[in-house]
Structure formats: structure tokens, C-alpha cells
């Protein structure tokens, strides 16, 4: 089944615990995002990637940081979460630009 | 300033009761529209992509238009599973990146 997973779904941490949420794709697709939504200001567009080992700042990149090692997978890393990182995110990829973007499950993430 | 604004913020329609949203951006340069549906504690799932003033899109009860200032995503005798937040996104200028408004809540009542 062609899908987006994230890992993990809920996440509970304290300020200053680095973590990572990992996605992964199984579409072969070159282009891959990681967004945040929260209550009152939508869906923003974190850091985005369109190939292997290439990637791009979105709306809303500090406090970021992805990788793109392999094709299928991005991962996002929180090096020093803190508590306004408290958010729902969500990986999405596409096949070749943002046509059709494929959204993950979602990971809902608290940083106290 | 929003680049994208979608409105209205809440939509409450009968079934049957056909009514349009809408998606307005104010930076010039547009690349690519895009319109999404996303359930309750779900990711968004991709409706349509529309590229070029006049260009229309249709799918079941759904049918997404665009000028050059704005889009339009029309819903015709909806039905109660129609219900959602319907978000919509555009590519501007010669970035990548893709900015989304702030959704429609779309409720349909039986």
C-alpha cells in the first residue's frame, strides 16, 4: 500500500531533549515536506526537500533540522525542543513537485 | 500581511444546499493552486491542482476554478460526508516553497 508513515504518532518530552521524528515514503517520491498545524495559524511549511541530499527552509525552519540521505526517508530533528514547538506535524511527499502531495498520519508532539 | 486567505472561516450548509469557498492571494507569480480536504485528527488528502486562469478541475460533488486572483471550490448538493476543512496552497514567485490558508470548517448537516 502506497503510504506515508511517521514515527512516533504522540510524543510527550521536556525542553532541551533532543528528538527526532522519523518519516519514511514507499512512492519513490522525489519530493518530501515536513509542515506544522496549529490552532489558528494553519498548515506551515517547515523544511522541504526535492532529491536526495537537497533541502530548503520553509515558512518556518528555526529549531529545525532535516537530513535527506536516502530517497524514502526525511527525518526532522529537534535538537532543543522547546515548549512553543508543542504542535502537530506532518511529512508529505510527491512524486515531482507539489502536485499531489501525499500527508502522513500526523505526529502530535508536546514539549513541556 | 497573509498571502493566502481562504474564507469563510466556518461553513454550515444543509444537505442538498450548494455553496462555494474560497481562496484569495494577494503576491503575484502564481506557480501552481492547490486544494485539500483534511478530516478530524487526519493529514490532508490532495482534491486538485489548478495552474492557469480559467483552468477548471471537477471531482463527484466538487468542482475547484481559478482567476487570477483568487479560486474558487465549489460544492454542489452536498452531503453530510462532505464535512471537513478544506485547506487550499499556493506556489508564488520563483520559490518552492508552498504556502497554505487557513482552511474552511465545512459542516453539513443531514
Known amino acids: 500500500e502506497a503510504q506515508v508513515t511517521q514515527n512516533p504518532r504522540y510524543l510527550i518530552t521536556v525542553t532541551g531533549k533532543k528528538l527526532t521524528v522519523t518519516c519514511s515514503q514507499n512512492?519513490?517520491?522525489?519530493?518530501m515536506s515536513w509542515y506544522r498545524q496549529d490552532p489558528g495559524l494553519g498548515l506551515r511549511q517547515i523544511y522541504y526537500s526535492m532529491n536526495v541530499e537537497v533541502t530548503d527552509k520553509g515558512d518556518v525552519p528555526e529549531g529545525y533540522k532535516v537530513s535527506r540521505k536516502e530517497k524514502r526517508n526525511f527525518p526532522l530533528i529537534l535538537e532543543s525542543p522547546s515548549p512553543n514547538q508543542t504542535s502537530l506535524y506532518f511529512c508529505?511527499?510527491?512524486?515531482?513537485?507539489?502536485?499531489?502531495?501525499?500527508f502522513g498520519p500526523g505526529t502530535r508532539l508536546t514539549v513541556l | 500581511e497573509d498571502q493566502v486567505t481562504q474564507s469563510p472561516e466556518a461553513l454550515r450548509l444543509q444537505e442538498g444546499e450548494s455553496s462555494s469557498l474560497n481562496c484569495s492571494y494577494t503576491?503575484?507569480?502564481?506557480?501552481?493552486l492547490f486544494w485539500y480536504r483534511q478530516d478530524p485528527g487526519k493529514g490532508p488528502e490532495f482534491l486538485f491542482t489548478?495552474?492557469?486562469a480559467g483552468e477548471e478541475k471537477e471531482k463527484e460533488r466538487l468542482k475547484a476554478t481559478l482567476t487570477k486572483k483568487e479560486s474558487f471550490l465549489h460544492i454542489t448538493a452536498p452531503k453530510p460526508e462532505d464535512s471537513a476543512t478544506y485547506l487550499c496552497a499556493v506556489l508564488l514567485g520563483s520559490n518552492y516553497k508552498l504556502t497554505f490558508g487557513k482552511g474552511t470548517l465545512l459542516t453539513v448537516n443531514p
Open positions: 512512492m519513490n517520491h522525489e519530493y
Open positions: 503576491v503575484s507569480g502564481l506557480r501552481g
Open positions: 489548478l495552474y492557469s
Open positions: 508529505a511527499s510527491s512524486l515531482g513537485g507539489w502536485d499531489t502531495q501525499y
